[in-house]
């Protein structure tokens, strides 16, 4: 499966902004993962949501970003409330497969073009 991010702009600090993520098949099929890669940094998984639609989000995170799905329209969404220019990023979704220690994982080597977020202040 290959899914591709989208919705991404320039916005100003403080709006909110909503990603998209499109899938090939039944996105509640599989867990869903929306990573970010900020300048000079290494992408990181920053929410997931399960197949059986649970969330979860890094503490940096939490309470800003929401994590969804629409399996009518196989998407996911991503959104960011409060933008900081430190959101400012590349943003990906992946789908995502458990390690073996437990954690959340990119499933497929297909990231795609991703989605640029950038806040300015």
């Known amino acids: 499966v290959q899914l591709q991010a989208s919705g991404g702009g320039l916005v100003q600090a403080g709006e909110s902004l909503t990603l998209s993520c499109t899938a090939s098949?039944?996105?509640?099929?599989?867990?869903v993962g929306w990573f970010r890669q900020a300048p000079g940094k290494q992408r990181e998984l920053v929410a997931a949501?399960?197949?059986?639609?649970?969330?979860t989000y890094i503490r940096a995170v939490r309470g800003r970003y929401t994590i969804s799905r629409e399996g009518a329209k196989n998407t996911a969404y991503l959104l960011i409330d409060s933008l900081d220019p430190e959101d400012t990023a590349v943003f990906y979704c992946?789908?995502?497969?458990?390690?073996?220690?437990?954690?959340?994982?990119?499933?497929?080597?297909?990231w795609g073009q991703g989605t640029q977020v950038t806040v300015s202040s």
């Open positions: 992946n789908k995502l497969t458990v390690g073996w220690n437990g954690a959340y994982e990119p499933a497929s080597d297909f």
């Open positions: 098949e039944n996105i509640k099929n599989f867990a």
């Open positions: 949501i399960s197949d059986g639609g649970n969330p």
